[in-house]
C-alpha cells in the first residue's frame, strides 16, 4: 500500500520559516512528480509546488521567491523550503505523488502551517 508521510508543519511568527517533508512509502517506482498542494479554511485546494523526477519545478505565483520545492529520489522525498512566510500561508499543507505506472495520484493527511503572532 502506498502511503505519503509528511512532517514539518506547526506555528510559526510572520516572516519566519519552516521547511516540510514528506517520503512516499510502499512503492518501487519513484513518482513522476511529487509536490504540495493546501489548503486555508473555507477555500478550495491549490497548489503550491510541484516537482518533477527531473528536476523541473512548479511554482504558484503567491509564493514564488519564497518558497523553494525539492525531492531527493534516491529517498522518494519531496521537501518544501518555507521563507518570509505570511498569515494567508496559512493552510493545511498536502503532500501529492503521482506514479504514471500505476496513472494514480496518491495524496498525505497533511500537515498544519500556521503563520500568526
Known amino acids: 500500500q502506498v502511503q505519503l508521510v509528511e512532517s514539518g508543519g506547526g506555528l510559526v511568527q510572520p516572516g519566519g520559516s519552516l521547511r516540510l517533508s514528506c517520503t512516499i512509502f510502499g512503492s518501487i517506482f519513484s513518482p513522476n512528480v511529487m509536490g504540495w498542494y493546501r489548503q486555508a479554511p473555507g477555500k478550495e485546494r491549490e497548489l503550491v509546488a510541484t516537482?518533477?523526477?527531473?528536476?523541473?519545478?512548479n511554482i504558484a505565483d503567491s509564493v514564488k521567491g519564497r518558497f523553494t520545492a525539492s525531492r531527493d529520489n534516491a529517498k522518494n522525498t519531496v521537501l518544501l523550503q518555507m521563507n518570509s512566510l505570511k498569515p494567508e500561508d496559512t493552510a493545511v499543507y498536502l503532500c501529492?505523488?503521482?506514479?504514471?505506472?500505476?496513472?494514480?495520484?496518491?495524496w498525505g493527511k497533511g500537515t498544519l502551517v500556521t503563520v500568526s503572532s
Open positions: 501529492y505523488g503521482r506514479i504514471a505506472i500505476y496513472d494514480m495520484d496518491y
Open positions: 516537482i518533477t523526477s527531473g528536476g523541473n519545478t
